[in-house]
């Protein structure tokens, strides 16, 4: 029985105690600045945002303004209730505590108070690292930041009190630039989408190639679209809407990136299997393809998952990185809000795909000397025929490498740009660049014979016209002959 009641007298000693509605707690104050650091012997107590200094409460003088004045009166101590989070969602009701810290300064411009006793719409939680987790209001974010969205404080009639800062709706952009650029946007918009029809409805241009083009296509006309629209209305848009346009953007714009980079392995595969066809084997079309779906949605998917966890959840703490959609814009806070999120796995895509072309290049200038060579030894049809497809096959990395530095010339230049801080529409030009991607994604991919021969040859079979195939061969084919399996066998004996 001794040992029994040791055990539970230490228990009493290690447990944290909440503190009865009668003591007094202690409250560690710590200055609202531009840039508050929280101290290290302060960051394991509990956090709140507080008004006013510890010893003062909220009034209302003799012109009616709400002000902070002293108080001495032991009803009006300050003493919230911080809720814990389990998977369950907020213990309720919270507890109170003898020791911890308060955020002290008033974050508003303006503000109003809540009121969860009328409204379930005002219902809220505060959380141990400070945050107020407010899942019913609809016009402020759902996690409001002490020092920043919200502070706490006593009204002596009316007990503890929650006031939220109104959010500061930034005047309409008038810049022509942004106009200029979103206009560039939604002109591309159109080209996209006829690149995917012109290569959907055309058999011989349904390879993987060119499916891997069409989900490129789609992805960036939905991120067009979208930035388009938060240039253009994101004064317009609740802050809802604001923060799952930003997620619609974050991720079709890394899934396009992830679309480029299959396109850039399937161009070094090609190559690759081009000159080494005696001791390569290509996987089936369709498993291929199915295995490049997995790698181009599952990360974009897994990147996103971990966005919206890390923005909406209540039980990540506030000094890890956020993307802080919505909070300035329908986009992240800041560059340095967006470099892990964003930045960092688009440099990793960007600079893989530099090396891609680097290897594919390399091979492609080895294999040119030795088919001249070859050529110059005997000058076999075989030969020639090798020579004429592999020039054709240089035409479609050219191809691609046009098209990644146009999708990653300018993301690079942003972030140099972020880098050296300067001003980001210095970068205009390569701004209207990128925001015409879609025109010159048409031209290239649709515009360039045979490509353009063949589709026109299905709209008018569509059509119902009696037209005569295409001679595959006779053409200045750019990829087809290599992905469809037209390459006639090499002779390597003399």
Not at 228 to 237: E, H, V
Not at 392 to 415: Q, T
């Amino acid at each position: 029985m001794g040992l029994i009641c040791i055990y539970v007298f230490f228990v009493y000693l290690l447990t944290p105690i909440a503190c009865t509605s009668d003591a007094i707690p202690i409250i560690y104050s710590i200055p609202l600045q531009n840039e508050t650091t929280m101290p290290e012997e302060y960051k394991h107590l509990p956090l709140v945002g507080k008004c006013c200094s510890i010893d003062e409460v909220l009034i209302k003088d003799t012109h009616g303004n709400t002000v902070c004045a002293p108080s001495n009166d032991s009803s009006t101590y300050f003493s919230p209730l911080f809720s814990d989070f389990n998977h369950t969602g907020a213990l309720v009701p919270g507890d109170k505590y003898e020791t911890f810290t308060a955020l002290v300064g008033n974050p508003c411009n303006q503000r109003y108070m809540l009121q969860p006793e009328e409204s379930n719409d005002d219902e809220y939680y505060l959380l141990m690292n400070g945050s107020i987790f407010a899942p019913r209001l609809d016009h402020v974010p759902i996690m409001l930041m002490p020092g920043k969205n919200y502070c706490m404080e006593t009204v002596p009639s009316l007990g503890l009190r929650t006031f939220v800062c109104f959010q500061d709706v930034p005047p309409p952009t008038t810049d022509a630039r942004v106009i200029i650029y979103a206009c560039g946007l939604l002109i591309s918009v159109p080209f996209l989408i006829l690149t995917i029809v012109a290569y959907t409805i055309t058999p011989r241009l349904r390879d993987v190639h060119g499916k891997a083009l069409c989900l490129y296509c789609g992805c960036l006309a939905l991120a067009f679209t979208t930035l388009a629209i938060t240039q253009l209305a994101s004064g317009q848009l609740s802050p809802q809407a604001c923060v799952s346009i930003a997620f619609v953007i974050q991720f079709s714009f890394v899934a396009c990136f992830f679309w480029l980079n299959v396109m850039c392995i399937e161009t070094w595969a090609l190559v690759h299997h081009h000159v080494n066809q005696r001791s390569y084997r290509r996987i089936q079309p369709k498993m291929l393809f199915f295995y490049y779906s997995i790698w181009a949605w599952g990360f974009p998917a897994g990147l996103i998952l971990v966005s919206m966890l890390m923005d909406l959840s209540p039980t990540i703490p506030m000094t890890y990185v956020k993307p802080a959609f919505g909070s300035e814009s329908c986009w992240f806070k800041s560059d340095a809000e967006a470099l892990p999120y964003f930045y960092v796995p688009v440099g990793i895509l960007l600079l893989v795909n530099m090396i891609l072309f680097i290897i594919t290049a390399i091979k492609i200038n080895r294999y040119q000397q030795v088919l001249a060579l070859r050529r110059l030894a005997r000058n076999h049809h075989s030969d020639r025929e090798d020579q004429r497809l592999f020039r054709r096959l240089k035409r479609v990395f050219i191809v691609c490498l046009v098209l990644f530095f146009l999708m990653g010339l300018n993301w690079m230049m942003e972030l140099i740009s972020w880098g050296v801080g300067g001003d980001p529409f210095d970068w205009t030009a390569f701004d209207l660049v990128n925001a015409l991607q879609g025109v010159l994604v048409f031209g290239l991919f649709v515009l360039r014979r045979p490509i353009r021969d063949f589709v026109w040859h299905r709209i008018q079979k569509i059509r119902g016209m009696n037209t005569t195939e295409l001679n595959v061969g006779s053409m200045d084919l750019a990829l087809l002959p290599v992905i469809n399996g037209d390459i006639p066998e090499r002779s390597y004996n003399s």
